[in-house]
């Protein structure tokens, strides 16, 4: 049976994700924002938090994992998809298989980290328990260029 992907609720859920970022960017850390969804209903969100928590484990992803698992009340997370507007980093991507993330939608690509098929891809490596279902480039314009006008900003004030 072939799972039917509604590309329009991709393109909602991913617009929560940039709204996080935006707050993100905001709280002067790097715009990544991320919402987890169950049964059509977002039940996790998060912004990265690594400069305001000093705790570089603080991604988008990694904190909403957290909130996820606490609504779900279990650790796993196979019914789950995520929403993050940046592709996963390593950290983030082994987490994702850990939990048994069913699906990963990200916006844009990672090319210097991304862990999700740009570097390498932890989210589907064959030799891992799990693997989670890919799609990216939801956005990619919008969250590409929130990320390089972050960036762009920080080079200019420093």
């Not at 690594?50 to 019914?79: C, F, N, P, Y």
């Not at 919008?142 to 080079?155: I, V």
Request: hydrophobic letters at 45%.
């Amino acid at each position: 049976m072939d799972t039917f992907i509604d590309l329009q609720s991709d393109s909602f859920f991913m617009a929560e994700a940039l709204r996080l970022a935006r707050r993100a960017w905001e709280a002067e850390e790097v715009p990544v924002g991320a919402v987890i969804v169950h049964g059509g209903q977002i039940i996790a969100r998060a912004f990265n938090q690594v400069e305001t928590l000093k705790d570089a484990t603080a991604h988008a992803e990694m904190l909403a994992i957290t909130q996820a698992e606490s609504v779900i009340g279990d650790w796993r997370l196979h019914e789950c998809e995520i929403y993050v507007t940046k592709e996963p980093c390593p950290m983030c991507a082994g987490a994702l298989v850990h939990v048994r993330m069913k699906r990963v939608v990200f916006g844009c690509l990672s090319p210097k980290d991304g862990a999700g098929g740009s570097l390498l891809n932890i989210l589907q490596h064959p030799q891992l328990n799990h693997h989670c279902v890919i799609a990216s480039g939801v956005r990619q314009d919008e969250c590409a260029a929130m990320l390089q006008a972050f960036f762009r900003e920080r080079r200019a004030g420093s």
